[in-house]
Structure formats: structure tokens, C-alpha cells
């Protein structure tokens, strides 16, 4: 008899443990997304270097 009350109590147990794990929140807050990937930034053309440019700055 001992020991159907140490087994249910290891279900019981067993029980609660699971329950827990399996309710229990991952800790995210809000909507789950992806990353949003960052926007390509065009650089501007090199511009060549002419006596005219020179003269003019």
C-alpha cells in the first residue's frame, strides 16, 4: 500500500512537472517576427579629378 502512494505521488509530480514545462512562456514579448533586413545604400559614383574641377573649387 506504501508504495501505490509513493507511485501516484511520483505521477502527480511527474504531472505538474510537465504541465509546467509545457505551459511555461519562452519569454518573448509581443508578436514573434523575422528581422527586417536593412535597406541597400547606393554610394555615389567616384567622381574623376580634372584640371577644370580643380580650377573651379
Known sequence: ???????????LLTGA???TVLLSACGQ???????QAEPEVAAPPPQKITEDTESQG
Open 29 to 35: 514579448k509581443g508578436p514573434l517576427t523575422l528581422p
Open 17 to 19: 512537472l510537465l504541465a
Open 1 to 11: 500500500m506504501h508504495a501505490q502512494q509513493i507511485s501516484r505521488l511520483l505521477r
